[in-house]
């Protein structure tokens, strides 16, 4: 199973400047107890901004450049090299080309929907309502660290 795990505000915004445009330390926790133990799967960029290996996890990173090396990681060049690995589920953590790359072979969603708009540079792709079937939403608890009301949200693929 490909699984895209991503938190997007109200216009699908993802980042800016290469890193995220909130704080909202109920994602992190989310992200986390959805992605411990399976690999994820993140282009260059998504894994620079991060600064280093996320523990717990096979981390895979995507690159054209066929000389990348980050030690602790996996580096692959192409979505076949990593349709190639044999696990129960594959976590796609971004960004945006990663994403757009994947979307044709994605089979769920877990989206934490902020309801805010930020300034931001980065988007996750549009979604195909006719594709997609929410399964599940679960309104995440705000409080003085999680100022942005929001949901955590499952949607697979029809």
């Known amino acids: ?13 993802i980042g800016k400047d290469n890193d995220l445009p909130w704080y909202l330390p109920n994602d992190l926790k989310h992200f ?12 260059r960029k998504t894994y620079e901004s991060i600064g280093k290996p996320l523990p717990g996890r096979e ?9 990348y090396k980050a030690e602790g990681t996996t580096v692959v060049h192409s979505v076949d090299e990593v349709l190639k690995k044999e696990t129960e589920e594959l976590c796609v953590i971004g960004g945006t080309e990663i994403f757009k ?20 540079d980065t988007y996750f792709p549009e979604i195909n309502r006719d594709e997609w079937m929410e399964v599940s ?3 995440g608890i ?12 499952v949607y697979e693929k029809n």
């Open 137 to 139: 939403r679960k309104p």
């Open 1 to 13: 199973m490909i699984s895209f795990v991503v938190a997007m505000d109200e216009n699908r915004a």
């Open 32 to 43: 986390k107890n959805v992605t411990m133990g399976k690999p994820i799967v993140m282009g």
């Open 101 to 120: 790359l994947f979307m044709s072979v994605a089979d769920r969603l877990y989206v934490t929907e902020i309801h805010h708009t930020f300034d931001a």
């Open 142 to 153: 705000v409080d003085e660290k999680n100022k942005y009301p929001h949901d955590f949200v």
């Open 59 to 67: 981390n895979i990173v995507v690159t054209r450049d066929e000389h």
